[in-house]
């Protein structure tokens, strides 16, 4: 087959490369003027497909690539992190010298120096990388069709980051406005992990119809996987959350001197402050070798750090998902994952990390911090092997992202409400967008809706016969300052105090909620130091150094990672195998025999939850009655779950429930005694169209709500965050969202917004779907009810969970220290015979 580019081959051969088909596909697909979506394990190469591919089209649509002056722009390249920008346009540039000297390249970021702000605001490179609320800061120009309406190709880098989420529908309206001007421009995808391809592509392209059709390349090239565990030397029969974490700190230091550059993925920045410590405490001498991560630290910090990594003068970084997405480190070798990666396509995409080039070998190796994560890990492997990678939906109409974008668009030159409204549609998450919704929608930005109409403020977008725009400079200002869907707690710069009672540099920033529970003389770890907190003004934390004291971590909101469905399904396929047959010490499953002598307590104690069973566990102590269930649906579901069935449970019989949750269970600890027959009768766990009502009526909802208007409030601009040099403080913003939350309530119930966050606690929060499948999966298995005599392994991990918020660290060391002892000692009892008779009256199939 001939080549679709023999120059782009050419230059591949000059260094010693030659192109994979998928790359050849790609370039003839972008050459014909086709979108799509281009899906190929990291580091394989997906780059230069799409980049060539952008220079071939150019060309053929007679763009100069040599021997010209530079043109206006013609590509642009989203990425999902500043991060990923420069890396991003050295390894554009190294081909663009070679293949379209007459170009020009550049970034555009929130990190871009003013001065070359400055001269983009002049003239825009011919090729611009940039991100999502970047772009849409060019959209706000009055001159945006002028300056965009030449682009020929978009590129959207690691769109599996984006597609689930609201700054991936920003970049739907983005491209939509974008065909608006130019419809034969091109846009690719990119993405390394995802289960639902064909549905990916549909929303980054949009409905159609599309012509010519797009193209979907899968890019299969031959690059290892190797996915092993850190086994603990005594993983013990009862484990709980962090139970192994300080034994596994010797092998970890033990892997990390025997390999190359490493990579110390955590799940958390507080788990990322923590191991950072635990690894310079065991090996002090390793200051200066070994580097910290995540998102809350100094742009500064976060450059040495990238920096070291490329250069190989690290020994090893311990990081957060800051590291995870497209960067390439050549020389780092291993990658350690510290806990469960809690999916598959985290896990895939942290291997990426080592071996970031096509024909090297990418090993992860799993640390677990529990014993129930050696069962995890070797389930991760099973699901990796088999391809089960997790899907990923883009989220439907959500009327906050409109409501922003219609004023992005009235300040980018204006609209007229019907053709924007057909261009809207036009996207993959507004495609069956109600005329009513746009309308609201309209009449939200100009006059506020309903209850808004006496304040000239919420007047934002102002009509002039028959065409919409923005004439106030203070609302445009304040919409410009914060353009874009990323929500997070309030942030405090943290930096040093100096002597003289000034600040000195910045070391990063910190969650207001955070610092708010400090005193002068705390002490906290921060960026790998034990900082002493002295004092805050203005939004700034000032500290200083606090030598040979011990501090505790912060904690940063959006924490905990719930387990997702296929890796909770291979979870019990691997439960369902250890409860099946004996494990044979054969080297296939290392993780299993690793678990055995907590496997064999829970069988001893208990019984082993399986894919076709629901055991049910039932335990009295001094606390009250407690139920323990395993549905194994993830933490977030589990919340729904127990809520629900608490709920359902009180409904039938008055009683008052404490509920404790991790990925694999729920506990409820009631007052007085439960009967479980409910639970045995189907519409108990009946999941039919009384569902939503229940699930809001079992829980805070209101509460919930309250915390989701809080975001939607301030993506549609409801909401001012403060203007550079004075930003307005957590509870000042809480305060004002819910404010509006309660006018709303009481003198616009029918505010869509209002809807908007009912429905995204729902499908986002509790994860109704999922929750909704979990309910008619537990409907179609078998009971398995179990008294215990003493808390069985399973049940133990739950109950610490709740203790943790009850109990200092010493009292809940004694209190566990007693309930193993006693659990042990049963453990040591012979096994009593049980009667066939007796073993099947434990089991119960619900009419």
Excluded at 706 to 712: D, N, T, W
Excluded at 787 to 799: D, E, N
Aim: glycine share 8%; hydrophobic share 45%; charged share 20%.
């Amino acid at each position: 087959m001939p080549s679709p580019w023999p120059d782009a081959d050419a230059w591949f051969a000059q260094h010693g490369w030659a192109p994979f088909p998928f790359q050849h596909e790609v370039w003839a697909a972008m050459r014909e003027g086709r979108s799509g979506l281009l899906h190929a394990t990291t580091g394989a190469g997906k780059t230069y497909a799409v980049w060539l591919g952008a220079l071939a089209r150019a060309q053929a649509l007679g763009v100069p690539l040599s021997d010209a002056p530079a043109p206006p722009l013609r590509v642009l390249w989203l990425t999902p992190m500043r991060a990923l920008a420069a890396d991003t346009l050295a390894a554009l540039a190294t081909a663009q010298a070679a293949l379209a000297p007459a170009w020009t390249l550049g970034q555009r970021s929130g990190d871009t120096a003013s001065a070359e702000r400055a001269r983009q605001d002049r003239r825009l490179p011919s090729v611009l990388v940039t991100t999502p609320e970047s772009l849409t800061l060019l959209l706000t120009r009055a001159d945006a069709r002028e300056r965009l309406g030449g682009v020929q190709t978009v590129i959207v880098d690691e769109w599996h980051e984006l597609v689930g989420n609201k700054r991936g529908v920003q970049v739907q309206l983005a491209l939509a406005r974008l065909a608006q001007w130019n419809p034969r421009r091109v846009v690719w995808g990119l993405s390394a992990t995802l289960g639902n391809l064909d549905g990916a592509m549909r929303m980054l392209l949009g409905p159609g119809p599309h012509r010519p059709a797009p193209r979907l390349v899968r890019g299969a090239t031959p690059k290892a996987l190797q996915v092993d565990t850190l086994l603990p030397l005594e993983p013990g029969r009862f484990s709980w959350g962090g139970h192994l974490g300080r034994q596994m700190v010797a092998p970890v230091v033990q892997e990390i001197e025997r390999s190359g550059t490493t990579l110390v993925f955590t799940n958390v920045r507080s788990q990322a402050e923590a191991w950072y410590q635990l690894l310079l405490e065991a090996r002090p001498e390793w200051a200066g070798q070994i580097a910290l991560h995540h998102g809350s630290l100094d742009k500064h910090v976060r450059e040495w750090v990238e920096a070291g990594l490329k250069a190989g003068t690290l020994r090893a970084v311990v990081a957060t998902s800051s590291l995870d997405l497209g960067v390439d480190f050549l020389p780092v070798e291993r990658v350690l994952q510290i806990g469960s990666p809690k999916g598959v396509a985290r896990l895939l995409q942290r291997a990426g990390r080592s071996g970031h080039a096509p024909g090297r070998t990418s090993r992860i190796t799993l640390v677990p911090t529990n014993t129930l994560e050696l069962i995890e890990a070797a389930a991760a492997r099973d699901a990796v092997a088999a391809g089960r990678v997790e899907q990923r939906h883009a989220p439907e109409q959500p009327l906050d992202v409109l409501v922003q974008h219609l004023v992005t668009v009235a300040l980018g030159g204006g609209f007229e409400a019907e053709p924007l409204y057909a261009e809207v549609r036009r996207t993959h998450s507004y495609r069956a967008l109600p005329r009513e919704s746009f309308q609201w929608a309209l009449d939200f930005v100009r006059h506020g809706g309903a209850s808004l109409g006496a304040y000239p403020e919420y007047h934002r977008v102002v009509e002039r016969d028959g065409r919409f725009g923005v004439e106030d400079r203070g609302i445009a200002l304040r919409h410009r300052l914060q353009v874009g869907t990323i929500v997070g707690d309030a942030s405090m710069l943290v930096k040093w105090w100096s002597r003289s009672g000034g600040g000195g540099g910045t070391l990063g920033q910190v969650e207001e909620s955070f610092i708010a529970r400090l005193k002068p003389g705390d002490c906290f770890v921060f960026g790998g130091r034990v900082l002493e907190y002295v004092r805050t003004r203005e939004m700034v934390a000032y500290v200083r150094r606090a030598s040979g004291r011990r501090g505790i971590v912060p904690a940063w909101s959006g924490g905990r990672m719930s387990l997702s469905s296929e890796l909770a399904d291979a979870t019990l396929a691997v439960l369902e195998r250890a409860r099946q047959r004996p494990l044979l010490e054969d080297g296939t499953e290392p993780e299993l025999v690793a678990a055995q002598p907590m496997l064999d307590a829970q069988q001893r104690l208990s019984r082993l939850p399986g894919p076709r069973t629901l055991l049910l566990e039932q335990y009295r102590s001094r606390e009250g009655h407690h139920l323990f269930l395993y549905p194994f649906a993830g933490r977030h579901v589990h919340l729904g779950l127990a809520s629900l069935l608490a709920w359902r449970l009180a409904r039938a019989q008055p009683n008052t429930f404490s509920i404790s949750i991790n990925d694999h269970g729920f506990e409820l600890l009631a007052a007085e005694p439960v009967d479980i027959t409910p639970l045995l009768d189907a519409r108990v766990l009946a999941a039919g169209d009384a569902l939503l009502q229940d699930v809001l009526a079992s829980l805070n909802s209101s509460e919930l709500a309250l915390r989701r208007f809080r975001e939607i409030a301030r993506v549609a601009g409801l909401v001012f965050s403060g203007y550079p040099g004075a930003p307005k403080s957590t509870r000042q913003l809480q305060a004002s969202a819910g404010l509006f939350y309660e006018v709303f309530r009481q003198y616009d119930p029918a505010n869509r917004l209002l809807g908007q966050a009912d429905a995204e606690v729902l499908a986002q929060e509790l994860e109704l779907g999922r929750l909704r499948q979990s309910l008619e999966r537990m409907q179609r298995q078998r009971i398995e009810t179990v008294t215990l005599r003493a808390p069985s392994p399973f049940a133990l991990a739950l109950m610490v969970e709740r203790f943790r918020e009850q109990l200092s660290t010493e009292k809940l060391a004694d209190r566990l220290a007693r309930m193993v002892a006693d659990a042990e000692s049963l453990l040591t009892e012979p096994l009593p015979a049980t009667p066939r008779s007796a073993r099947r009256a434990a089991s119960t199939r619900r009419p």
